[in-house]
């Protein structure tokens, strides 16, 4: 229920405070006057889009908030699962800055606006324009069934059901266009393994191979550099070795004669060491290298069907193409298993889709079983409205399984006697649509959780009896809901508890529209004038008296 609303610096409304009445609330005031500025101020706390356009001062920011008491609709499961915290009393806040940036909280904690959404649609309901075009909708009157036979838990499985087997479908179809391309290309996946495992590639064995046959291809030149080598060492003439020998003699004689040559001979010693056992390695790298044609033609054939193969795979490793072996292997065995997977989904949709019907079937049998007296229940409300030979039956076809189940089903209306039914959007007129859809909020008021319904306009078309009629109607909803009207009749403006008037003060340089709460002597001339005018007579002052008594 909302406990308040406050609307700054929006359309042309500079400052507004409204705190509404529990039950009925009636709000009139002169065409243009900002009656459906509010409308759409409450429709931003519910989520709607807004832009900077709205700014009544365009320097200023826009805020509207509502106070809504919420301890009796059972809403604790939204706030635990958007994480906000609950209170009996639910703050709203919309903000809107001058450069037509927007900012939603709950209770303080900014939210997006799906969230606004989703509360909002659990706190009010306001009749617009927009509903005259949704009753004409076979979703929106399935949706009505559903609400007035309580099918919701049925729908809730039937959904459960409806998102299990389309998923499975959709799991079927991705996995037979996956077996049909690995179909496609399992010979020649298989033709690509098989090549590439003939070779029997192991991980670095490329550099090896490259590095031994680098070798083999200069091993003379190599083994000819080594003996040059040696044979400066060794040579008898002016050899290396007999030289450090000497030299290394010489420094032990002089380091009898001074510590100070001691270390020089100690420091010769370690490269002499050094250098014998790089002498030493020479030797064996000697005895090693050999020139060896064959070995070095496997070697070249060896790296020729490497290459070969990392250019045709568009690789640069011997571990891509392993890498490639091993996805291509995953694909063998996959091509392989493909008829046990199919077959195994194939089983989970047949079992999916038996569930589905079931639970399709049930929720049919609930509706259908509904439609009499819901069609029963319209038609007399609307007979009451005025049209005292409204007929109303629900046309009803079967349809493949969809989101809300295997049933279309299609409102027919006939407001006159002889007439045959017809869907609505071919035969109501703008007034038998207004008291259409008030009957299916009247009806639909216990059947919903609906804690404040609004009506704009809702008796449009309408007057005399049929409107006494309509807000004795309202009255009967606003002893369990809360009722905001906004009305051009005053036998319906009367029976407000509580009536607002909206009206605009050209006293400033901007227009302003304000609103204030009419009492006493001041309600007795708003309904006169509704009635004769702006100069209403004694007779017309008598009336509106009247209307209130």
Request: aromatic fraction near 6%.
């Amino acid at each position: 229920m909302l406990k308040s609303l406050t609307i700054k610096n929006y359309a042309l409304i500079q400052g507004l405070q409204l705190s509404p009445h529990p039950g009925l609330n009636m709000i009139t005031g002169e065409t243009g006057a900002g009656k459906s500025i509010m409308l759409g101020a409450l429709g931003l706390l519910l989520g709607n889009r807004a832009d900077s356009k709205v700014l009544y001062d365009s320097t200023q920011k826009c805020v509207i908030e509502g106070f809504f008491e919420i301890a009796a609709y059972g809403l604790q499961p939204f706030f635990t699962e958007e994480e906000l915290d609950y209170e009996s009393t639910c703050i709203i806040r919309r903000e809107i800055s001058a450069t037509g940036k927007s900012r939603a909280f709950i209770n303080d904690t900014p939210v997006r606006l799906e969230h606004l959404k989703k509360l909002g649609a659990a706190l009010m309901d306001i009749h617009s324009q927009h509903d005259t075009l949704q009753l004409a909708n076979g979703e929106y009157q399935l949706a009505l069934i559903d609400a007035f036979s309580s099918s919701h838990t049925l729908l809730a499985a039937y959904q459960n059901s409806y998102r299990a087997y389309r998923k499975a479908q959709k799991r079927q179809k991705e996995l037979q266009e996956r077996a049909l391309a690995l179909r496609k290309e399992a010979d020649y996946n298989r033709f690509q393994l098989e090549e590439i495992e003939a070779l029997q590639l192991k991980a670095g064995e490329q550099a090896e191979l490259e590095q031994e046959q680098e070798l083999l291809t200069h091993a003379e030149d190599i083994k000819s550099r080594i003996q040059e080598v040696v044979q400066r060492f060794e040579q008898e003439e002016v050899g290396l070795s007999d030289q450090l020998d000497a030299t290394k003699q010489t420094l032990g004689q002089l380091a009898r004669f001074s510590e100070h040559f001691a270390s020089y001979q100690q420091r010769f010693e370690s490269c002499l060491i050094e250098i014998k056992d790089i002498m030493d390695g020479l030797y064996e790298e000697d005895a090693r290298v050999e020139v060896d044609e064959e070995r070095l033609s496997q070697l070249q054939e060896r790296l020729s069907r490497l290459f070969q193969l990392q250019q045709k795979h568009g690789v640069d490793s011997v571990e891509e193409l392993l890498a490639l072996a091993a996805d291509l292997a995953e694909k063998v065995i996959e091509t392989d298993q493909l008829d046990e997977q199919l077959e195994a989904v194939a089983e989970e949709v047949a079992s999916l889709e038996k569930e589905l019907t079931k639970a399709a079937a049930a929720l049919s049998e609930q509706r259908q079983a509904f439609f009499a007296p819901f069609s029963e229940a319209l038609a007399g409300l609307v007979r009451q409205l005025g049209m005292e030979n409204a007929q109303v039956r629900i046309a009803h076809s079967p349809i493949a399984p969809g989101p809300a189940g295997t049933d279309e089903v299609e409102l027919l209306f006939s407001a006159n006697k002889g007439v045959a039914l017809q869907p609505l959007r071919q035969v109501a007129s703008g007034g038998e649509f207004s008291r259409l859809i008030f009957a299916i909020k009247y009806l639909m008021a216990d059947k919903i959780a609906m804690p404040t319904l609004i009506f704009d306009e809702i008796d449009t078309g309408i007057s005399g009896e049929v409107a006494l009629k309509m807000v004795l109607m309202m009255q009967d909803i606003a002893r369990k809901h809360q009722v905001i009207c906004i009305s051009h009749l005053p036998q319906v403006a009367a029976k407000g508890e509580r009536h607002y008037f909206v009206y605009k003060d050209h006293s400033a340089e901007k227009t302003v529209s304000k609103m204030r709460e009419l009492t006493g002597e001041e309600r007795v001339l708003e309904l006169a004038k509704m009635i004769a005018g702006d100069q209403p007579p004694a007779a017309a002052l008598e009336s509106a008296r009247s209307l209130l008594a």
